[in-house]
């Protein structure tokens, strides 16, 4: 399975909520879990896969989660800019400014319905992918000359990856 990169229209899509926890969603769920650590990535949405389904997974330093149907409760602490990534945007790094703090509420897939407070990565991870059941990407949150720049790069190592 590969994840979707930029320029693909489902990454810019509203994910549609998961109605029914079933197989179906269990087999999705592990085959988003294989495709972030093989991509060694912290977190991945659903969308990346090219489902437009409210489901993210989440794996910083140890803290490991499946939530079906997230929603972010809520941001606090400090603003504070660090570099980010993207595994739809494989290549450039940005610098991006969140939240220190963030709060979501979801489901597992037992069906329990959770609430997670992160800090530092963790509640970057949240509000990351977050951003991709919105239809956003890191690039939303740079100055247009930066996000030209990113793109520029992206674009990039695409071809070098291509020719190689």
């Known amino acids: ?14 994910a549609e909520p998961v109605e029914t926890i079933d197989d179906e969603i269990r087999q999705i769920c592990e085959r988003m879990v294989e495709a972030m650590l093989r991509a060694n990535g912290v977190g991945l949405a659903a969308p990346q896969i ?3 389904k409210q489901i993210i997974v989440l794996d910083v330093e140890g803290d490991f989660h ?19 990534g993207c595994l739809s945007v494989p290549g450039p790094h940005a610098e ?16 329990e319905r959770i609430e997670i407070t992160g800090e ?10 977050i951003d991709h059941l919105n239809g956003r990407l890191f690039l ?7 996000r030209k720049s990113v793109i520029k790069e992206f ?3 695409q071809r070098e990856e291509a020719s190689e």
């Open 1 to 14: 399975m590969s994840i979707r990169t930029f320029g693909d229209p489902v990454l810019r899509r509203t």
């Open 50 to 52: 090219g489902i437009s």
């Open 66 to 84: 499946v939530l079906i149907n997230p929603e972010l409760v809520s941001v606090g602490g400090d603003s504070e800019t660090l570099t980010e």
């Open 96 to 111: 991006v400014t969140r939240h220190e703090r963030a709060t979501v509420a979801g489901t597992t897939l037992d069906g």
């Open 120 to 129: 530092g990565m963790l509640a970057r991870a949240i509000q990351h992918e």
């Open 140 to 146: 939303d949150h740079l100055s247009p000359a930066r």
């Open 155 to 157: 674009e990039r190592t």
